[in-house]
């Protein structure tokens, strides 16, 4: 597929940093799921507030 040139290497290395790349994006989406899964057990808080909160808000209308 690729000769034994210069070029055929270097768009052979840019495949493989691609697919580590793909790789890295994979295990870091894991990671996250995992963190949001198992974080709790270990105190990361993920819920919403629970005090209302009211603010007023002015609208300048012409």
Known sequence: MFHNTRTGRQV???????????????????????YAYIGPFFGADFSAPAKERREPVIIDVQ
Not at 12 to 34: D, F, N, P, Q, T
């Open 12 to 34: 052979k290395g840019m495949w493989r940093l691609l697919k580590w790349l793909v790789y890295l994006a994979v295990l870091a989406a894991i990671g996250v799921v995992a």
